[in-house]
Structure formats: C-alpha cells, structure tokens
C-alpha cells in the first residue's frame, strides 16, 4: 500500500483543519476490538476512549501521523459541522465486527434477585420435586383410583418396612408441606412483579431494562404452574378446603395483574432505536439493541401468551366445570352424568397442561438467560450469589426436612414431629363410603393409637387428637415394658 499523504482543506464553516484525513474507507475500526468495544460501551463520548480507537485504526503507513490535538479535531468537527458519517461507521464496525467485546465492555448489570445462580437452582428444585410427585400421585391414581397412602406398594406385595413404601409415604406425607412453600414463593413473586412493574409505570421511573420485563411475568407465571399441578394431582385429599381456594383466588388476581400492567408496557418489549452523538443510549439500553437476543432469533411474547392461556383455563376449567360442592360463596354444579366423566379425569388434563407449562417456561428461561450470561461475559451480575438468593434458596428447606424425618422415623413419628407432644397421630379410617352417622366425631375411641412403624393406614388424611385414658395405661404399660 503506498503512502498516503495529509493536506489542509477547509470545513463547512470556512476554517481549515490542521489535517486532513485519509477516506474513511483506508480507517480499519475492527483491528483492535479491546478500544471499540470500550469506545462504544462508554455512556457519553470520552476523549481518551476516541483518541485510542481512532488512532488504533489509522492506516498502518500513514505519513505523517497525526497529533491527538488534530484526530480530536477532525472527529469533533465530522459530529459538529458534519453528518456523523465517521461517528456511524465507528459504532457500527464496533457493534458489527467487535460484537463480543463491544457486550462485554457495556458492564451489563443483569437482574440478579430473578436470574441469580440462587434462583436458578430454586427454580430446578421446585420444579423436580413437583416431577416426583406429580409422577407418585400418578401411579397411586392409576394403580389404585384413590390418594391413598403406600396402597400401590401393598399392591406390589412389599412389606410395609421396605425403602419403597417408605419413600411413598414421605412423598404424601410431605406433600402439604411443599404445596405450602410452593404456594408462598409463588404469592410472593407474584406480588413482588404486580408492585415492581406498578411502581415503574407510575412514576415513570429509570429506564426498565426489556431483560427484566419478560422475567418479570415469566418467572412469576412458572411459580403457579407446579402449585396448579399438586392441587390437581391431590384430587381433594388435603385439608383446608376453603382457604386453598382463597389463596387460588388471590393467586388468580396477582397474576391478571402482573399480565396487564407487564403487557401494557409494550413500548418496553421493542428495543428504542437511539440517534447519533446527541441521542446516545445509557450502556444497558445498548447493550439490549446490540447484544440481546432479538425478537426474531428468540421470541419470548408468545410463550408468555400461551402459558397465561393456560393459566386461565387452568382456573376457569376448575371453578366453573369441575367443582361439584360450593366453596367459600362460589357456586357449583351439582351431580352429572357429563360432568361426573368429567371430574374423574380433569385432574391428568390439568396437571398434565401445567406439566408441560411448567418445563417448557423453565427451558425457555434457562436458553433465554444462557444467550446473555454468554455474550455479556463476566461483567454481568447473573452469575453471582446474593443473601436474597440464599434466602430463596433456604425455602425449601422445611420440605426437606420434613420429608426426611417421615422417611427415616416412618409416617407416624415423622408427622408427629410437626406438633406438640400434647397430641398424638392416629390413622383415620374414613372411606369414601362412609356416611356420617357411622363416623365417630371425637375420632379417639373407635381408632385405636398406632405407637409403632408396622402400621397399616388407608389415607394421609389424618387427625389430632388427646389419647383416651385407656389408651394413655396401655401406653404407659408398653413403655414400662420397653416395647414402646
């Protein structure tokens, strides 16, 4: 390449510059990427930043070379007086040809409290313990047509002490516990996204990144799916009726909300086309136009759309169609020929919709937040762990807990763990056949007090109560023995 000479011509304004530089098209922008990608990341333009990327671009056998005072004119004058020709094609090289150093240097923050290692490993677990479950509830139904305890163990013909029908009843046995904290992590996020998206729209607040918004109602709708899958999958076993159908209500409002205010932000889910010198975007701002997935190589609405459908006939198919007795003051239909066909297998199509719902959000988000942790680099605050996120994390904890007591101790010494040693566990004898004259109200005298692991029990459906006081001498009679 032969050398290319600098003269002095004249601007728009009449003033000369002190040099004249090359055509644009002998600048190589892309030869040293580490001073694009800081050039472009930074939030207004830098002297420092530009005189190293320009200078690092100018044609290698370029005489004579100009002063910084000279290449800070010329690129100021192209901004000033001229059509930001240089500026453009500088941040255009940087983001097209620099893209991953360009990425990284934008120091993307990330949302941690959504996207965290923490909430990743709390998303996985909640989402393979309500596999197990759900898969349990499956086999016990399909075996037995019942919610009862161990029965397709005893079916199989193994002994009531064998690691499998233990494990079955830890798996029931703990089933309250873990709907509970489900139930919890779920309103929780629910609230925390309804008040968040709330409060940005209201006051009009600092820029709210696209990255936020579509974790802010996918994450929250993924919590309700495993909830909607053991309420369904427990077909009515557990207690608290009408408090669980409260909490759905409550559920149901949160997630309208969430949805409406997300959806209504809109403008938030197109990336804003900045201008030039004078319209610079903030680092995350840019790093969402340049770096994150578009809405052609990873779109995130329609899956949003279809699992808030799914939610919605979730709730719908439930409080209208499947309901046989009311609840709290909903009304309900009463015995039907259709509807009863349908009560006895809305539960696998529920369950099965939020199954599928539940893994594909939780797939969905795992691609969607890789490709940014990918193309952001170690700048970004996603891969790091918080006290929020060990907090988060700790919420399943009790479940654990509880659910190893009951496998280790069995059913009855692991759920008496759960109360005072004022009460006692005893199993209840209750069939669906049975009507309420021959049931005994105080539940004491007609049930005898199992006090070891060799028990046979129909139903996790138990109940408290004090033993009777000939209960209490037999008690007192095998612990003197040592057989107690």
């Known amino acids: 390449m032969s050398a290319i000479s600098s003269t002095t011509v004249p601007t728009a304004t009449g003033q000369p510059l002190s040099w004249a530089a090359p055509a644009i098209t002998e600048f190589n922008f892309s030869r040293n990427c580490t001073a694009a990608g800081m050039w472009a990341a930074a939030e207004e333009v830098q002297f420092l930043p530009t005189l190293w990327y320009i200078r690092n671009s100018l044609p290698e056998d370029l005489i004579p070379v100009p002063t910084d005072y000279q290449i800070l004119e010329w690129f100021t004058s192209d901004v000033v007086y001229g059509n930001e020709t240089v500026y453009t094609i500088m941040r255009n090289s940087a983001v097209e040809n620099c893209r991953y150093e360009t990425c990284e240097a934008l120091d993307w923050e990330g949302i941690a409290d959504l996207a965290g290692i923490g909430m990743v490993i709390t998303y996985f677990l909640e989402a393979i313990i309500t596999t197990i479950l759900f898969a349990l509830m499956s086999l016990d139904h399909h075996i037995t047509g019942k919610s009862h305890v161990g029965n397709f163990i005893v079916r199989l013909g193994l002994p009531k002490l064998h690691i499998p029908y233990r494990l079955s009843a830890a798996m029931h046995g703990s089933l309250d516990q873990f709907l509970n904290s489900a139930i919890v992590f779920a309103l929780s996020m629910l609230a925390a996204s309804a008040f968040e998206n709330s409060y940005s729209n209201l006051t009009g607040g600092e820029y709210t990144t696209v990255y936020a918004t579509l974790l802010s109602v996918l994450l929250p709708l993924f919590t309700v799916f495993p909830v909607a899958i053991l309420q369904a999958a427990s077909r009515g076993t557990l207690r608290r009726s009408n408090l669980r159908v409260a909490i759905w209500l409550l559920m149901i409002v949160l997630s309208v909300v969430v949805c409406v205010v997300a959806f209504n932000a809109s403008r938030l889910l197109t990336h804003t086309e900045g201008g030039g010198f004078y319209k610079m975007l903030s680092p995350q701002q ?82 969607y937040r890789r490709l940014i942790v990918q193309r952001a680099g170690y700048s970004q605050q996603d891969t790091r762990w918080s006290v929020g996120q060990v907090l988060t994390l700790f919420t399943w904890a009790p479940v654990v807990v509880d659910f190893l007591y009951i496998l280790i101790l069995g059913p009855k010494e692991g759920l008496e763990g759960r109360i005072s040693n004022q009460w006692d566990i005893v199993p209840s004898e209750k069939k669906e056949s049975d009507t309420a004259s021959s049931t005994n109200k105080g539940g004491m005298d007609k049930v005898p007090l199992v006090h070891d692991f060799d028990m046979s029990f129909p139903s996790p459906d138990f109940r408290y109560s004090y033993p009777s006081p000939k209960e209490d001498a037999y008690l007192m009679n095998q612990r003197s023995r040592g057989t107690y």
């Open 286 to 367: 840019n790093f969402e136009r340049w770096c994150a997935p578009s809405e052609k190589e990873f779109s995130v609405r329609p899956a949003l759309y279809i699992g808030a459908g799914t939610f919605a006939f979730t709730s719908v198919f439930w409080f209208v169609v499947v309901r046989s007795r009311r609840v709290l003051w909903i009304p309900a239909f009463g015995p039907h020929r259709g509807l009863n066909k349908v009560r006895e297998v809305w539960w696998l199509v529920v369950a099965g919709l939020n199954f599928i719902g539940m893994w594909a959000y939780l797939a969905l988000f795992t691609e």
